[in-house]
């Protein structure tokens, strides 16, 4: 048997509960600027960028810090079908989103910085490669770039960066210095290759093949500087 839906009267109760006058009703005939839907968004789902290992530590991380997305209010999912509610949802009703993200000064927006699973372990620490190819891809001299995790019997992985180099080429020892400049020093690469635009394989969507030019460095040989 179906359970039956929350009524209206219902719905802002639990709203108000949640988000205290920060409670809107919008009709479907309401009519709504990108600046207000916004808004609204943001009052009736909130989010924690956290950190933590498991949804029992969540720790607030500071802008410009990646964090984990987590996610809570009347307008989210009450759970996946045919799943725990506890594998993705904490005991604060926190739904836990495995996307990595990040929030600059002064800027209200979140920006995307992989998921969990795609995140590199350096000696015990997150590095996002999304993160670090923002970074490097940045430069005038550098025409595309991936960054991957290699394994490392000491530090678990490294961070290793494959570049395609803009026209005149580029000079790792100065590239890596300017990225030292811009990010934390657990999250520079500690290995770097150039190649060609060729060498990289792409997904039918055009975006990078991670797992291939993974293979490249470990299968092929692909050389690699410190």
């Known amino acids: ?35 207000d839907a916004e808004r609204r968004s943001a009052e009736l789902a909130r989010w924690l960028l956290a950190e933590g290992v498991g949804k029992g530590a969540r720790v607030a991380v500071p802008e410009g810090t990646v964090g984990e997305l987590l996610v809570r209010g009347i307008g989210v999912m009450a759970g996946y079908n ?11 009703g926190w739904y836990h989103t495995a996307d990595r993200v990040y ?17 590199i372990k350096a000696a015990g ?3 996002s490669p999304l993160e670090v190819e923002a970074v490097i891809a940045q430069f ?14 000491e530090r678990g992985e ?34 770097w290759s150039v190649v060609t635009a060729d060498r990289l394989a792409t997904l039918p969507s055009g975006k990078l093949n991670r797992r291939a030019v993974k293979e490249l460095i470990v299968d092929k040989g692909l050389p690699l500087e410190r």
Not at 82 to 92: L, V
Request: charged residues 25%; neutral net charge.
């Open 82 to 92: 045919k799943r725990e509610r506890a594998e993705t949802f904490d005991a604060d």
């Open 125 to 127: 620490a997150n590095v």
């Open 158 to 191: 490294q961070v290793c960066a494959v570049v395609v180099p803009a026209a005149g080429g580029v000079d790792v020892t100065d590239l890596a210095a300017r990225t030292r400049a811009l990010l934390s020093s657990y999250k520079v690469p500690t290995r």
């Open 140 to 153: 005038p001299d550098v025409a595309q770039c991936v960054v991957i995790g290699v394994d490392d019997p």
């Open 1 to 35: 048997m179906i359970p039956p839906r929350p009524t209206i009267p219902a719905l802002l109760a639990q709203s108000v509960r949640e988000f205290g006058d920060r409670t809107y009703l919008v009709s479907p005939t309401d009519r709504l600027t990108y600046a």
């Open 103 to 119: 929030r600059r000064e002064g800027d209200p927006r979140l920006f995307y910085g992989g998921r969990t699973s795609e995140l």
